[in-house]
């Protein structure tokens, strides 16, 4: 495992003009680093990553990280101490820099657009802020069922377009144009076609995201984070209607938002449910989760466009998240990888059998994901493990990559977001060892 990360000294690089300039690493780390996760300049047709996400098979186990581009990064915090949060967010310019710093150092196979889960709530009424030292508060948090009545649910065109605006120039960056051919490619045929990436020869997939319903109303209900949940519980348990007017409230600006994101460019939609797990067990998500998320999973599958349902602490019950019909489960570290394959594949049987034997017969609950074709798997080594001497980093990363069991269809992450406190240096090692370690087995194969 190379300190300096090998792979962003060889030749290549980020499409000319990526982000407007160098940063600590230069020009000719960027090169490496894209030669190497595109497999060099002459790169056949389909990124490792989108490739991943269809379980189809890849060189090497692609890899990028929550939190890629933050606060760890020196050239972030430059910029932080200049801009407030939402400035960063709501500055196009200012986004898809921070978005393409990460890609400048190291061989990432994945962009994710710079932003947070939480902005949509300012233009249905919220009053957000990001407090330095405390994190995000809502001024005016949903205390009664009145309070949801008059939440708006303007276009994301209207209230995002910031941040539409900031795919829009990271996927031209990354993507050397604004078209692409592969949209014949995609499940369901491709709303979204002017902006697909997955066809461009060594171009670097960009991800659009944004909260699941239950996250979201959670902020919006406790005016921040919350150890216990307590009154969204309340509200969700003694109001059900109004729950559930506030949940499709979410799910229709969600997805609206998510869908603008792929016809900006977004070659990959993910919907982050941070909280579902820690706060709810498997019967509470059944009755008051699982419809709204698998809402917003289907409405978003018309941009045809892979599907990432990240959801923390749902380990105990994760066939449930399986039936959102997302076409990769992101999973916290909470759960053994090796776990977390095995309860898909209980899922994914069931599904089978409900189907009568025949994988086509009909879709999942929630997305266009096909009734018994297996979703993909992302994640899931402890961000913590980044702190770790490289030995100990390297025996967390073996862990994760044999509890995969050689199957097809894993995606390298974290189980939550980089912390601000690990050494750029030590994700240049994850990312070089992840790439090394996996070409080398699929080459003794």
């Not at 009154?231 to 600006?253: C, D, G, H, I």
């Not at 992101?330 to 089978?352: K, M, N, T």
């Not at 798997?377 to 961000?383: K, S, V």
């Amino acid at each position: 495992m190379s300190g300096n990360g090998k792979t962003r000294a060889a030749s290549g690089g980020l499409p000319a003009g990526a982000g407007g300039g160098s940063t600590a690493d230069g020009a000719g780390a960027a090169a490496g680093a894209r030669a190497s996760a595109a497999g060099g300049a002459g790169a056949a047709a389909r990124s490792t990553f989108l490739a991943a996400c269809r379980r189809e098979p890849v060189a090497h186990t692609p890899i990028w990280l929550m939190r890629q581009a933050g606060r760890y990064l020196p050239e972030y915090r430059a910029l932080r101490e200049k801009h407030s949060m939402l400035d960063m967010i709501g500055t196009p310019e200012l986004a898809a820099e921070v978005t393409l710093q990460p890609l400048r150092r190291f061989a990432l196979d994945a962009a994710i657009l710079f932003s947070d889960i939480l902005p949509p709530l300012r233009g249905m009424g919220l009053d957000l802020d990001f407090v330095p030292g405390e994190g995000p508060r809502i001024g005016n948090p949903i205390s009664r069922t009145y309070d949801i009545d008059v939440l708006g649910t303007p276009p994301a065109a209207e209230i995002m377009a910031p941040s539409i605006e900031a795919a829009r120039i990271v996927a031209r960056e990354l993507g050397g144009g604004a078209g692409g051919d592969a949209a014949a490619d995609r499940p369901g045929g491709g709303e979204a076609a002017a902006g697909d990436r997955s066809g461009a020869a060594g171009a670097i997939p960009l991800i659009g995201f944004a909260g699941a319903p239950f996250t979201l109303a959670s902020y919006a209900i406790e005016g921040g984070g919350s150890k216990d949940y307590a009154k969204t519980k309340a509200l969700m348990y003694t109001e059900p209607a109004a729950w559930k007017r506030l949940m499709t409230k979410l799910v229709t600006v969600q997805a609206d938002y998510l869908l603008e994101q792929a016809r900006a460019g977004a070659s990959a939609l993910m919907v982050f449910d941070s909280w579902c797990g820690i706060a709810l067990g498997p019967t509470a998500y059944d009755r008051f989760i699982a419809p709204h998320t698998n809402a917003l999973i289907s409405k978003i599958s018309s941009a045809g466009v892979p599907t990432i349902l990240y959801t923390a602490g749902t380990g105990a019950y994760l066939e449930r998240v399986v039936a959102s019909g997302a076409d990769v489960i992101g999973v916290d570290h909470r759960i053994d990888l090796a776990v977390a394959w095995e309860a898909v594949e209980r899922a994914v049987a069931a599904e089978r059998e409900a189907a009568g034997g025949d994988a086509a017969a009909g879709t999942t609950s929630g997305g266009s994901r096909p009734a018994g074709v297996p979703p993909s798997i992302q994640g899931n080594l402890d961000p913590l493990a980044l702190q770790a001497p490289p030995r100990e980093l390297r025996a967390q990363v073996d862990a994760v990559l044999e509890a995969t069991g050689g199957r097809a269809g894993h995606i390298f992450n974290l189980g939550h977001g980089v912390q601000r406190e690990t050494d750029p240096d030590a994700v240049a090692r994850l990312v070089d060892y992840v790439h090394e370690r996996t070409a080398e087995s699929r080459g003794a194969g």
